[in-house]
C-alpha cells in the first residue's frame, strides 16, 4: 500500500519531479521606475523590492528568491520599462 | 499597351485640366483630395488618368485627411499632389505645417475664389496670398508659385513638382478661378524636354546616415520608408536624428535650418517675367489672372507713349524683394493690381521701402481687374499723382 | 560556480532606439507595456522589419513611433490613420501599423477611423485606451466613464462614452478585439492576428493611467488599476461587438469580437478599373517606385 504523502501548502504533488532554477532575471536599473508590476505578479514570488534605487530614485526589483525561476518570461512582457527580463540558466551558463 | 504620362502636342483645355497634365508628366501618381469649386476638375481629370498610369486617386472624407495623405504617401517614395480652394486651403493648413517641418516633398494647388468663409465658390479671388504664406502656425518659409494661364498650369505644376523635390517642402500653386477655368492652348512637350528632379537619396550605410543632417546647401538627403533606413520623423522639433529636441536650442538649430534652406537658394527659386522694364517709369507688379490684365494695360499704355513695365510674379513666395529693391528707386511709382484687399502689395511697399510711391488697384473678389482700370492707374502715376 | 557568458540583451533591442531610453511614460503606464505587445507581434510575424512602419498621433501614446527602431513617423493629432493611408497606397508591400490614444484615435480622429474602417485599408490600429487625455494632464475623452472625474469634468463627466469596439465593427473592421494590459499573452496572440489579418484590424487596450485618471478617481497605485482592470474584465469572444460592454463600474468585456473576411480598398480599385488598367501592378511606374 502507498504511504499517503504529506504535503505542505506550497508543494505541489510532483514537487519531487521539480527540474529546480530554470531562469535568471536580468534588471536594467536605468529604465526600470519602480512600478512594481513584476514584483505582484511573478507567478513564483520570486522577486521583491531591493533596497537599491537608481539614479532616478526608483527602487528595483531583485531576484529574493531566485532557485523558484521558471523562465516564464511574465515580468519580462509585463514590465512596462523594458527593464527586466529573464534568460534560460542554460543559455547563459557554460 | 499602358497609357502614355505626357500627352506630347497642343491642347485646348481649361487651367485645372493643365494642372493634372502637369503633375502626371512630372511624375505625380498619387492623389488624395475632396471636391471644391473651383477645384474640382483637377481632381476629376486625375481621377480618370491615375489608374491608367499604375497611379492611385482616393477621395479623402475631407481635406485634412487628403493633405495628411499625400504626405504618407511621399513618404512612400511616390510623387503626391492635393487640390483645394480657399475653405479646403484653411483646413489643410495644420498638415501643411507638418509637411513643412518634416521636410516632406508634395505639391497643393489652392485654385482661388472670393472670400472670406464660403464666399463666392464659383468666382475670381486672389485673396489666399498672404495665407500661403502664414497660413500654418509657427515660423517657416514656403514656396508658392502663381500663373497666369493654363499653359501656366501645366508649365508651373511640373516646376511645383521638382522645387518640392530639390527643397524637400510642399510647394503650393496659388492659382485662382479664371486661370483654373479658362480654355486656352497648352502646348505639352515632348517627355524628352521636360525636365524632372528627383529628392536627393542618401549615399551612406543605415548606421552612418541622419535623416535630418543637411548638405551644404541645406537640404538633407531623404531615404523613404521602406529604404531599410528606419527613419524616425516627427513634427515635434527634431535634430539631425530626427529625434524630438525640444528645448531653445533645438529650436533654433531646426527652424534656423529650414528657413535658411529656403531663403538661402532664393536665386535659384525666385522667377519673374519682366516686360518693358529698361525704361520703365512706371511698373506694375502683377501676378495670376491678373497679371494678364496688368500685361494689356502696360502694352496699351506703351502705344500712348507712357513708360510702363512690368514685372510679372511666377513666384509669390518667396518674394522678388532684391529685384523690387533694386528697381523701385528708378521708378516713378509701382502699382500692383490684384483681387483682395490688399496683400502682396504690403510686400511690394516693405521691399520698395519707400523709394517710390506703391499703389494698388483692386477689388475683393468676384471679377478679374479690367485692364483699363489698370492703365487709368498707370496714367495717373506717369502723371506724378500715384 | 559556474562560468556565465556574456548576458544578452533584452529581446526587445533589436526594435528599440535604446539611445532615448528610458522613455518618458510614467512608472506603472501600460503603454510600454503594449509597446512591447506590438513588438513581440512584429516579431511573430517574421516579417523583414525594414517593410514595417509604425504611424502614430499625439499623445502619450503618440511617442511609441519615436521609440521603436522601424520607419515610424509621429503626425498631427488625430491625422495618423490619413498619413497611413497614403503611406499603405505608395508603398503596398509595406505592413503599416497605427499606435494611438483613445483621444486621438476617436475624438479629432474620428471621421478618419470610420473611413478608413469603411473602406477596409489594409493598416493595423491600435488604440490605447487610458479613459482620457493624458499627456495633456488628463482631461475628458470620448472614453470617459459616465462621472468619471478629469481636469474638466470636475464634478464628473456627463457624458456617456463610445465603445469603440462597436463603432469599429459597425463600420467594418474586418478584425476586433479587445483587451486589459494586463492581459499580454492574450493581448501578444491578438495583435499578432490582427496583423496578420488582411484589411482594416483593431485592437483596444485597457490600460492603467495612474498619473492623470487614476490620481483623479482615487484608483490607487499604477499597480491597483492594473489589476482593477484585469478584475473587471470578463472574456467573452465572439459576441456581437454591441455587447462587448466597455464599463470600468460594471464590466469590462475583452475577447475577439470580429473576425471576418472582406475585401480591401485596393481589391476593390484594382477591380473598379479593370478594364482602363488590366495590370495595375505590371505598370513599369509601379515596379520602380513601390
Given at each position: 500500500?502507498?504511504?499517503?504523502?504529506?504535503?505542505?501548502?506550497?508543494?505541489?504533488?510532483?514537487?519531487?519531479?521539480?527540474?529546480?532554477?530554470?531562469?535568471?532575471?536580468?534588471?536594467?536599473?536605468?529604465?526600470?521606475?519602480?512600478?512594481?508590476?513584476?514584483?505582484?505578479?511573478?507567478?513564483?514570488?520570486?522577486?521583491?523590492?531591493?533596497?537599491?534605487?537608481?539614479?532616478?530614485?526608483?527602487?528595483?526589483?531583485?531576484?529574493?528568491?531566485?532557485?523558484?525561476?521558471?523562465?516564464?518570461?511574465?515580468?519580462?512582457?509585463?514590465?512596462?520599462?523594458?527593464?527586466?527580463?529573464?534568460?534560460?540558466?542554460?543559455?547563459?551558463?557554460? | 499597351?499602358?497609357?502614355?504620362?505626357?500627352?506630347?502636342?497642343?491642347?485646348?483645355?481649361?487651367?485645372?485640366?493643365?494642372?493634372?497634365?502637369?503633375?502626371?508628366?512630372?511624375?505625380?501618381?498619387?492623389?488624395?483630395?475632396?471636391?471644391?469649386?473651383?477645384?474640382?476638375?483637377?481632381?476629376?481629370?486625375?481621377?480618370?488618368?491615375?489608374?491608367?498610369?499604375?497611379?492611385?486617386?482616393?477621395?479623402?472624407?475631407?481635406?485634412?485627411?487628403?493633405m495628411?495623405?499625400?504626405?504618407?504617401?511621399?513618404?512612400?517614395?511616390?510623387?503626391?499632389?492635393?487640390?483645394t480652394s480657399g475653405p479646403g486651403f484653411s483646413l489643410m493648413m495644420e498638415n501643411i505645417g507638418l509637411g513643412i517641418c518634416?521636410?516632406?516633398?508634395?505639391?497643393i494647388?489652392n485654385?482661388q475664389?472670393?472670400g472670406p468663409?464660403?464666399?463666392?465658390?464659383?468666382?475670381?479671388g486672389q485673396g489666399d496670398m498672404m495665407q500661403a504664406r502664414w497660413g500654418s502656425h509657427g515660423h517657416y518659409e514656403i514656396i508658392a508659385l502663381s500663373?497666369?494661364?493654363?499653359?501656366?498650369?501645366?508649365?508651373?505644376?511640373?516646376?511645383?513638382?521638382?522645387?518640392?523635390?530639390?527643397?524637400?517642402i510642399p510647394v503650393i500653386i496659388l492659382?485662382?478661378?479664371?486661370?483654373?477655368?479658362?480654355?486656352?492652348?497648352?502646348?505639352?512637350?515632348?517627355?524628352?524636354?521636360?525636365?524632372?528632379?528627383?529628392?536627393?537619396?542618401?549615399?551612406?550605410?543605415?548606421?552612418?546616415?541622419?535623416?535630418?543632417?543637411?548638405?551644404?546647401?541645406?537640404?538633407?538627403?531623404?531615404?523613404?520608408?521602406?529604404?531599410?533606413?528606419?527613419?524616425?520623423?516627427?513634427g515635434?522639433?527634431?535634430?539631425?536624428?530626427?529625434?524630438?529636441?525640444?528645448?531653445?536650442?533645438?529650436q533654433?538649430?531646426?527652424v534656423k535650418?529650414l528657413v535658411g534652406k529656403i531663403r538661402?537658394?532664393r536665386?535659384?527659386i525666385?522667377?519673374?517675367?519682366?516686360?518693358?522694364?529698361?525704361?520703365?517709369?512706371?511698373?506694375?507688379?502683377?501676378y495670376?489672372?491678373?497679371?494678364?490684365?496688368?500685361?494689356?494695360?502696360?502694352?496699351?499704355?506703351?502705344?500712348?507713349?507712357?513708360?510702363?513695365?512690368?514685372?510679372?510674379l511666377?513666384t509669390i513666395w518667396p518674394f522678388p524683394e532684391?529685384?523690387?529693391?533694386?528697381?523701385?528707386?528708378?521708378?516713378?511709382?509701382?502699382?500692383?493690381?490684384e483681387?483682395n484687399g490688399g496683400q502682396m502689395v504690403l510686400e511690394l511697399e516693405r521691399a520698395?521701402?519707400?523709394?517710390?510711391?506703391?499703389?494698388?488697384?483692386?477689388?475683393?473678389?468676384?471679377?478679374?481687374?479690367?485692364?483699363?482700370?489698370?492703365?487709368?492707374?498707370?496714367?495717373?502715376?506717369?502723371?506724378?499723382?500715384? | 560556480?559556474?562560468?556565465?557568458?556574456?548576458?544578452?540583451?533584452?529581446?526587445?533591442?533589436?526594435?528599440?532606439?535604446?539611445?532615448?531610453?528610458?522613455?518618458?511614460?510614467?512608472?506603472?503606464?501600460?503603454?510600454?507595456?503594449?509597446?512591447?505587445?506590438?513588438?513581440?507581434?512584429?516579431?511573430?510575424?517574421?516579417?523583414?522589419?525594414?517593410?514595417?512602419?509604425?504611424?502614430?498621433?499625439?499623445?502619450?501614446?503618440?511617442?511609441?513611433?519615436?521609440?521603436?527602431?522601424?520607419?515610424?513617423?509621429?503626425?498631427t493629432?488625430?491625422?495618423?490613420?490619413?498619413?497611413?493611408?497614403?503611406?499603405?497606397?505608395?508603398?503596398?508591400?509595406?505592413?503599416?501599423?497605427?499606435?494611438?490614444?483613445?483621444?486621438?484615435?476617436?475624438?479629432?480622429?474620428?471621421?478618419?477611423?470610420?473611413?478608413?474602417?469603411?473602406?477596409?485599408?489594409?493598416?493595423?490600429?491600435?488604440?490605447?485606451?487610458?479613459?482620457?487625455?493624458?499627456?495633456?494632464?488628463?482631461?475628458?475623452?470620448?472614453?470617459?466613464?459616465?462621472?468619471?472625474?478629469?481636469?474638466?469634468?470636475?464634478?464628473?463627466?456627463?457624458?456617456?462614452?463610445?465603445?469603440?469596439?462597436?463603432?469599429?465593427?459597425?463600420?467594418?473592421?474586418?478584425?476586433?478585439?479587445?483587451?486589459?494590459?494586463?492581459?499580454?499573452?492574450?493581448?501578444?496572440?491578438?495583435?499578432?492576428?490582427?496583423?496578420?489579418?488582411?484589411?482594416?484590424?483593431?485592437?483596444?487596450?485597457?490600460?492603467?493611467?495612474?498619473?492623470?485618471?487614476?490620481?483623479?478617481?482615487?484608483?490607487?497605485?499604477?499597480?491597483?488599476?492594473?489589476?482593477?482592470?484585469?478584475?473587471?474584465?470578463?472574456?467573452?469572444?465572439?459576441?456581437?461587438?454591441?455587447?462587448?460592454?466597455?464599463?470600468?463600474?460594471?464590466?469590462?468585456?475583452?475577447?475577439?469580437?470580429?473576425?471576418?473576411?472582406?475585401?480591401?480598398?485596393?481589391?476593390?480599385?484594382?477591380?473598379?478599373?479593370?478594364?482602363?488598367?488590366?495590370?495595375?501592378?505590371?505598370?513599369?511606374?509601379?515596379?520602380?517606385?513601390?
Amino acid at each position: 500500500m502507498q504511504k499517503k504523502k504529506q504535503y505542505s501548502d506550497n508543494q505541489s504533488a510532483d514537487a519531487d519531479k521539480r527540474r529546480g532554477r530554470q531562469g535568471q532575471v536580468i534588471v536594467i536599473e536605468d529604465r526600470c521606475k519602480g512600478c512594481g508590476f513584476c514584483i505582484a505578479n511573478c507567478p513564483r514570488q520570486v522577486l521583491s523590492f531591493s533596497s537599491v534605487f537608481n539614479a532616478k530614485g526608483y527602487h528595483l526589483p531583485k531576484a529574493v528568491d531566485a532557485a523558484k525561476c521558471v523562465n516564464c518570461h511574465f515580468c519580462e512582457i509585463l514590465c512596462p520599462d523594458f527593464a527586466i527580463y529573464s534568460v534560460a540558466l542554460s543559455d547563459i551558463n557554460d | 499597351m499602358f497609357a502614355k504620362a505626357v500627352l506630347t502636342g497642343t491642347h485646348f483645355i481649361n487651367g485645372d485640366q493643365a494642372c493634372c497634365e502637369g503633375a502626371l508628366a512630372a511624375g505625380c501618381r498619387f492623389f488624395a483630395g475632396y471636391p471644391i469649386t473651383p477645384a474640382t476638375e483637377i481632381a476629376e481629370s486625375i481621377s480618370r488618368r491615375l489608374p491608367e498610369l499604375g497611379g492611385i486617386y482616393i477621395q479623402m472624407e475631407d481635406e485634412i485627411a487628403s493633405m495628411a495623405a499625400i504626405l504618407g504617401a511621399s513618404w512612400g517614395g511616390v510623387k503626391s499632389m492635393t487640390s483645394t480652394s480657399g475653405p479646403g486651403f484653411s483646413l489643410m493648413m495644420e498638415n501643411i505645417g507638418l509637411g513643412i517641418c518634416t521636410e516632406t516633398p508634395c505639391v497643393i494647388c489652392n485654385v482661388q475664389r472670393g472670400g472670406p468663409s464660403t464666399g463666392l465658390p464659383t468666382l475670381v479671388g486672389q485673396g489666399d496670398m498672404m495665407q500661403a504664406r502664414w497660413g500654418s502656425h509657427g515660423h517657416y518659409e514656403i514656396i508658392a508659385l502663381s500663373p497666369a494661364s493654363p499653359q501656366e498650369m501645366f508649365d508651373f505644376t511640373i516646376r511645383a513638382f521638382n522645387l518640392s523635390e530639390q527643397f524637400r517642402i510642399p510647394v503650393i500653386i496659388l492659382a485662382d478661378e479664371v486661370v483654373g477655368h479658362m480654355n486656352e492652348r497648352v502646348i505639352i512637350p515632348s517627355e524628352e524636354e521636360i525636365e524632372i528632379i528627383d529628392r536627393r537619396k542618401p549615399t551612406v550605410s543605415r548606421e552612418d546616415y541622419l535623416p535630418y543632417k543637411a548638405d551644404a546647401d541645406g537640404i538633407a538627403p531623404m531615404a523613404n520608408c521602406g529604404d531599410g533606413y528606419r527613419i524616425h520623423v516627427t513634427g515635434l522639433t527634431h535634430d539631425e536624428r530626427g529625434y524630438p529636441s525640444m528645448d531653445a536650442k533645438g529650436q533654433e538649430n531646426m527652424v534656423k535650418r529650414l528657413v535658411g534652406k529656403i531663403r538661402n537658394n532664393r536665386e535659384k527659386i525666385i522667377s519673374t517675367k519682366n516686360l518693358f522694364l529698361d525704361d520703365a517709369e512706371v511698373i506694375v507688379v502683377a501676378y495670376g489672372i491678373s497679371a494678364r490684365s496688368a500685361m494689356q494695360a502696360v502694352r496699351d499704355a506703351r502705344k500712348k507713349g507712357t513708360k510702363a513695365g512690368l514685372i510679372k510674379l511666377e513666384t509669390i513666395w518667396p518674394f522678388p524683394e532684391e529685384l523690387i529693391r533694386s528697381i523701385a528707386p528708378q521708378a516713378r511709382a509701382l502699382i500692383m493690381p490684384e483681387i483682395n484687399g490688399g496683400q502682396m502689395v504690403l510686400e511690394l511697399e516693405r521691399a520698395a521701402c519707400g523709394s517710390c510711391p506703391v499703389s494698388l488697384v483692386s477689388n475683393y473678389g468676384g471679377a478679374i481687374i479690367h485692364p483699363d482700370l489698370i492703365h487709368a492707374a498707370i496714367d495717373k502715376a506717369a502723371k506724378g499723382k500715384a | 560556480m559556474t562560468t556565465q557568458k556574456n548576458i544578452p540583451p533584452h529581446p526587445m533591442d533589436s526594435l528599440l532606439r535604446t539611445e532615448r531610453f528610458p522613455h518618458i511614460w510614467c512608472p506603472g503606464c501600460g503603454i510600454g507595456t503594449i509597446f512591447g505587445a506590438v513588438l513581440a507581434a512584429i516579431k511573430n510575424t517574421g516579417w523583414d522589419p525594414n517593410q514595417i512602419a509604425m504611424v502614430s498621433g499625439i499623445g502619450c501614446t503618440g511617442r511609441m513611433a519615436g521609440y521603436i527602431k522601424l520607419d515610424s513617423f509621429h503626425t498631427t493629432h488625430g491625422r495618423a490613420i490619413p498619413f497611413a493611408t497614403g503611406l499603405k497606397l505608395a508603398r503596398p508591400d509595406t505592413k503599416v501599423i497605427v499606435v494611438s490614444g483613445d483621444g486621438d484615435l476617436f475624438a479629432i480622429g474620428g471621421n478618419h477611423f470610420i473611413h478608413a474602417a469603411r473602406r477596409n485599408m489594409d493598416i493595423t490600429v491600435i488604440c490605447v485606451n487610458n479613459l482620457n487625455y493624458g499627456m495633456t494632464g488628463g482631461q475628458q475623452a470620448p472614453s470617459t466613464p459616465l462621472g468619471a472625474k478629469t481636469t474638466t469634468t470636475v464634478n464628473g463627466s456627463p457624458e456617456e462614452p463610445f465603445n469603440f469596439c462597436y463603432l469599429a465593427s459597425a463600420c467594418g473592421a474586418t478584425y476586433v478585439a479587445r483587451w486589459t494590459a494586463m492581459q499580454v499573452r492574450s493581448l501578444r496572440s491578438s495583435i499578432t492576428e490582427a496583423m496578420q489579418k488582411r484589411g482594416f484590424t483593431f485592437v483596444e487596450v485597457i490600460t492603467p493611467c495612474p498619473s492623470s485618471f487614476g490620481r483623479r478617481n482615487r484608483m490607487g497605485s499604477a499597480l491597483e488599476m492594473l489589476k482593477f482592470y484585469h478584475g473587471r474584465s470578463v472574456i467573452r469572444g465572439d459576441i456581437d461587438p454591441k455587447d462587448a460592454s466597455m464599463d470600468i463600474d460594471k464590466e469590462i468585456v475583452v475577447g475577439k469580437f470580429v473576425d471576418i473576411e472582406r475585401p480591401t480598398f485596393m481589391d476593390h480599385y484594382e477591380n473598379a478599373n479593370r478594364h482602363q488598367m488590366p495590370n495595375w501592378r505590371m505598370h513599369p511606374d509601379n515596379q520602380k517606385a513601390r
